[in-house]
T-cell receptor, first 109, second 114 residues
Framework: LAKTTQPISMDSYEGQEVNITCSHN???????ITWYQQFPSQGPRFIIQ???TKVTNEVASLFIPADRKSSTLSLPRVSLSDTAVYYC??????????FGSGTRLQVQP | DGGITQSPKYLFRKEGQNVTLSCEQN?????MYWYRQDPGQGLRLIYY???????QKGDIAEGYSVSREKKESFPLTVTSAQKNPTAFYLC?????????????FGSGTRLTVV
């Protein structure tokens, strides 16, 4: 299983762009990279998924370099409501996903 | 609307009792999962099921049991053998086991031992 490493916490201010980087050095060829967002006392919510290069949707962008050993979740112009825990996961193997501790993002006014 | 329903939202258990947490999905997903989350921690995998009548232990299965008699349902029983059951329990489902299409989570059940 590919192990992921991401910062424990990050702080930002409203209106700023936030980039959260995840390291996954032993990612396998058939693995996808998926990011989830979790608010207190709620289940995680799917944000974005990618395999290589760049993926963008209405809430975030995901940048994956050619070697795929890391990925960066980019949240443009964050607001207070983006304060949450963000999980980076690598999937594709024949077992369930393992969530790490995630990155706690605190957005200040 | 399709989704996952967990019930109850809050559950209190006396020591020595077994309790069952319900998880139902109407997404027609094959795979289902149970996770446990302790305060300030990430999610730890308890059990998962790829298909009806089949399930596998996750990382912390001791003290828990599951069944998968129907595609839509994956109940979790917290037995008296689980020594520290107070936690937030999350059920999830996905189209298939690899999660390549993403997981959908329920809203969770908070279990407290009293």
């Amino acid at each position: 299983l590919a192990k992921t490493t991401q910062p424990i916490s990050m702080d930002s201010y409203e209106g700023q762009e936030v980039n959260i980087t995840c390291s996954h050095n032993n990612i396998a060829t058939n693995d996808y990279i998926t990011w989830y967002q979790q608010f207190p006392s709620q289940g995680p919510r799917f944000i974005i998924q990618g395999y290589k290069t760049k993926v963008t949707n209405e809430v975030a962008s995901l940048f994956i370099p050619a070697d795929r050993k890391s990925s960066t979740l980019s949240l443009p112009r964050v607001s207070l409501s983006d304060t949450a825990v963000y999980y980076c996961l690598v999937s594709g193997g024949r077992r369930a996903l393992t969530f790490g501790s995630g990155t706690r993002l605190q957005v200040q006014p | 609307d399709g989704g996952i329903t967990q019930s109850p939202k809050y559950l209190f258990r006396k020591e020595g009792q077994n309790v069952t947490l319900s998880c139902e999905q109407n997404l027609n997903h094959d795979a289902m999962y149970w996770y446990r989350q302790d305060p300030g921690q990430g999610l730890r995998l308890i059990y998962y099921s790829q298909i009806v009548n089949d399930f596998q232990k996750g990382d912390i299965a001791e003290g828990y049991s599951v069944s998968r008699e129907k595609k839509e349902s994956f109940p979790l029983t917290v037995t008296s053998a689980q020594k520290n059951p107070t936690a937030f329990y999350l059920c999830a489902s996905s189209i298939e086991l690899t999660g390549s299409y993403g997981y959908t989570f329920g809203s969770g059940t908070r279990l407290t031992v009293v």
